[in-house]
Structure formats: structure tokens, C-alpha cells
Antibody, heavy 118, light 107 residues
Framework: VQLVQSGAEVKKPGESLKISCQIS????????LAWVRQMPGKDLEYMGI????????RYSPSFEGQVSFSVDTSISTAHLQWRSLKASDTAMYYC????????????WGQGTLVTVSS | EIVLTQSPDTLSLSPGERATLSCRAS???????SAWYQQKPGQAPRLLIF???SRATGIPDRFSGRGSGTDFTLTIRSLEPEDFAVYYC????????FGGGTKVEIK
């Protein structure tokens, strides 16, 4: 099982961004896929999950309306997207395979560092 | 939302010593659905324990978890050099929340 995330990004406030997480080694549509934020020097924060088979999406209340999740099942890839970045979005973002729809996370991507600065 | 409080913040121990990490929930965790992760600097978290006491694939048996209700514990029986890291607990009985982490450092 591998989750490989796209590379680090440096963006300005107000810009849009989509990062990706490509999976291999398991059936993509068979598991929920989660996103987890870790701000610099801080703790892990659960953002939500998406079920690739039908794109059923559940956002954590803190992230509802701030980000969007999507998948491309043809390339076993999940995406995390922002329409308008803020400086406070600066963080490491991890994708992780989620076990169940109220999940724990058994495999993790290496993380994508997003830096938002003017 | 269930708030998880981990203690201590930092644990200073020597290789070979036993580490006991605590995670207390603000309310009962349904099903005692809790997990523990290890995170080293510059790395993603790694799942150690799920279901309060089940070791994840490939995790050495020096790691053990126990607990139920509101109190959960991760024990590392005899610290190896590679075990010095930050450890997070998580509950998934009611949505998902993580604790604030315990850093296990070399004394």
C-alpha cells in the first residue's frame, strides 16, 4: 500500500490550489480516504473523508466550506482543493487511508507542505 | 466533540526503560474506539494501535495499548533508540479527534 502526494506548494493569499494523493497497492474505491492537517509545530487535525466509489464526502465542521475533496478513480487519485487560500492555510496536509466512515488511519501519504505568503 | 488530553507533554527516558503514555477523553469514547500513532520529525504519522489494544501490521510487540471509556494508555515495554518520537492518541467512536501529543525524548 502506498499513498504518494504531490510536491510542496508556495502560493499567495487569494490564489487557488489543488493537491493530490495517488494510491497504489489496494482497491481505491474500497476504502474511505481522509485528509489531515498539521499546522507548523502543531497537532493533527481531521479535515474529513471521501469515499471514492461514489464521492460521498464528509467534512469536519471546522473545514466545511473551506476546502473541497474530489477523486479521479481512473487514476486512483484523490484531491484536496482550495478556492481562495489564506495565510492560515499554511500547513502540512496528509492523505491517509481511512478504515470505516468514523475511521482510524492505517496508511499515510508523505505529506504536502502548503505555504501561503504574500 | 470529544476532547483528548494526553499526559505528560514530554517524557524523558533512557533506552531500555518503560514508557507509559496517557490519553484521557472528556467523555466516554463509544466502543472504546481509540488509536495511537507515532510521528518522527519530518515524517508522516504511523499507526501503532487501533481498537484500544490491537497492534497494527508490523508493529513490534513492545508496543501495547489498553483502556476503555475515558482512559487509554500506550506502553512501550523497553525503549529502543528508534522509539523516541511524538505519540498521538485518536478517538473514532464519535467523529474523529486527536490528542495534543506526548514527546518521548532521550534523557
Amino acid at each position: 500500500v502506498q499513498l504518494v502526494q504531490s510536491g510542496a506548494e508556495v502560493k499567495k493569499p487569494g490564489e487557488s490550489l489543488k493537491i493530490s494523493c495517488q494510491i497504489s497497492g489496494y482497491r481505491f474505491i474500497g476504502y474511505w480516504l481522509a485528509w489531515v492537517r498539521q499546522m507548523p509545530g502543531k497537532d493533527l487535525e481531521y479535515m474529513g473523508i471521501i469515499f471514492p466509489e461514489d464521492s460521498d464526502t464528509r467534512y469536519s465542521p471546522s473545514f466545511e466550506g473551506q476546502v473541497s475533496f474530489s477523486v479521479d478513480t481512473s487514476i486512483s487519485t484523490a484531491h484536496l482543493q482550495w478556492r481562495s487560500l489564506k495565510a492560515s492555510d499554511t500547513a502540512m496536509y496528509y492523505c491517509a487511508r481511512a478504515v470505516g466512515d468514523t475511521p482510524y488511519f492505517d496508511y499515510w501519504g508523505q505529506g504536502t507542505l502548503v505555504t501561503v505568503s504574500s | 466533540e470529544i476532547v483528548l488530553t494526553q499526559s505528560p507533554d514530554t517524557l524523558s527516558l533512557s533506552p531500555g526503560e518503560r514508557a507509559t503514555l496517557s490519553c484521557r477523553a472528556s467523555q466516554r469514547v463509544p466502543g472504546s474506539y481509540s488509536a495511537w500513532y507515532q510521528q518522527k520529525p519530518g515524517q508522516a504519522p504511523r499507526l501503532l494501535i487501533f481498537g484500544a489494544s490491537s497492534r497494527a501490521t508490523g508493529i513490534p510487540d513492545r508496543f501495547s495499548g489498553r483502556g476503555s471509556g475515558t482512559d487509554f494508555t500506550l506502553t512501550i515495554r523497553s525503549l529502543e533508540p528508534e522509539d523516541f518520537a511524538v505519540y498521538y492518541c485518536q478517538q473514532y467512536g464519535s467523529s474523529v479527534t486527536f490528542g495534543g501529543g506526548t514527546k518521548v525524548e532521550i534523557k
